[in-house]
């Protein structure tokens, strides 16, 4: 009698290295930590960890205050000083126009946050406010706050944010930017520290107005780069007088969300000068999704004989954006009071737009062009709009925001 022999199932090698990270997981998910001082955040070895929504991690967690988004784990938090005091100013949600951190120059110095556990993955993002541009070299007689070096640290058994075993995960140098954002591993960790090395481009010290914290496990967090001109500067600096701010509506209309967002904005910047920095800032943040480019204002006072530059100029922002597997969205040139601009002029630099969304499949974004044609009382000045203006600005990106399905 014949025997028919099954053919035996194969079993993926990927799935075989799962349940081998699995069980290793079950025991220590820092396992996955690379050994030495920092792990970069999307290396193979750690996106594969099984464990992202932390179900192996014992460590407690501190609930979120009523009152503040769910993903944003560090407001509320008790902050610690390498002085001996505490940093409430850093966590209380005011990004402008408010008191900083200031350590002065003794440095090292440090600020620790008591995060709680249960989150595998930290989203930070710091700000200094002094600053009007983006970028500090660009503003060699008003460099304020921002660290040129820096470490971010994490311990799981700290039990004042100085004592305890602390591990390196991040070490930047030579930061040329007044905001950043890191991806931080944490899984079985409770405490994260933010510690200064470097001040050297700073006058009075370091002055950093917020720290956020999001739990971005489930890698979910939406990151907005707004990166633009003096318009995007003013819109987007996060004034106590223009809110509520971007993220706070969005938050608003949907609770699960509370996208971290930047300011890239540059005075005087044009599409046909920004590749380069929109590359660094693309470089040298982790968790952007999004990339509002913000430009077109200056092109149009100057490329009237020819717009084609300004065509090329964004396509290629666009491509960069894209290949990185990112969102780009451009909004319609805001309406100005120039008047040494055509209805037509004003009428085309739209157009490109258009084109470009067309062209590229891009999500819409907001009609500032229709908007401040219809609302001129918003303009501060033949261009810049006023308060009332920005807070419209931060409504309208919303909104827009809202209907792209990805978001």
Known sequence: MRTECKKARRISPWLLLYLVQLLVCSNKCNSFILEGNETEPGTEIESMCPCEDCKCNLAEKIPTPEGSPKTLVSAGKRTVTSSGGSAPMLIDGKYCDSTPWQPGKALPAWVAI?????ICELLLYWVASENSNYDLPSQPNLQHGAPVSYNIETSADSTNGSDGTWTIVKHINNNTLTARSHSIHFCNQRWLRFVVLDDSYT????????IELHDNSDRR?????FFGDSITVNA??????QNPAFSTLIWEANSGYYPMQINGGHNGDSALVAINRLIQALDENDGINVVAICLGTNDASTLSRDRELYRNAMRAMVIEVQKRDKIAIIPRVPWSTYTYLTSRDKLAMAQIVDDLRKEFKLPAGPDLFTFFKNNPHLLLDAVHPNEEGNREINRLWAEAALLIPEF
Do not use: A, D, P
């Open 114 to 118: 008591e995060v709680g556990g249960g």
């Open 203 to 210: 006058y009075s010290g370091v002055q950093i107005h917020e």
């Open 221 to 225: 967090i939406n990151g907005w780069l």
């Open 236 to 241: 987007f600096n996060r004034k106590e007088s």
